[in-house]
């Protein structure tokens, strides 16, 4: 993969290249991709485009940071994009169809950025333990995980409409 395919990819079209809170603008821009999978695919739409992009990004990634200091760069954020998606994991069959529950994606971005910003848990130990592309991944694997418990409780139980 060359340097500009990879930068093309991690950066998410380039929204990474925001010069103020990339991860956030790359997890919005993600939003409209999260709305389309869930509408029409439901649950299976955001595995199949998660796996893929989590696999093409971390290879993109380590395009981007092979023989860098910096391990993880603000302007990747193809991470945010995969953790994005898995935030709405366990609700994506009840937005099958829905546009009712549009604020569940608000939801989705604002328990998603607070657990990426936070670091808490297994976001912590993949973002301060593996210093590489794997690790840029899964720390958004994991924030996103952790958002998609938080949405479905939002659902389930504060709001059982």
Known sequence: ????????????????????????VGSIGTLPLAFLLCY???????IVAAIPIAIVGIYATDVLIRDKEEKDPGKVVVDEVVG?????????????????DWWLYLVG??????????????????????????????????????????????RTYVYAG
């Open 1 to 24: 993969m060359s340097e500009k395919l990879a930068l093309i990819i991690a950066t998410y079209f380039g929204l990474g290249l925001s010069p103020k809170a990339p991860g956030t």
């Open 40 to 46: 029409f695919f439901g649950t299976p739409g955001i």
């Open 84 to 100: 994005q998606l898995l935030a709405f994991l366990f609700v994506a069959d009840a937005l099958r169809g829905n546009t009712t």
């Open 109 to 154: 971005l604002a328990a998603f950025r607070f657990f990426d910003i936070k670091k808490m848990g297994p976001v912590k130990w993949f973002d301060s333990k593996m210093k590489n592309a794997v690790g840029v991944m899964m720390d958004d694997v994991c924030a996103g995980l952790l958002a998609a418990v938080v949405v479905w409780g939002v």
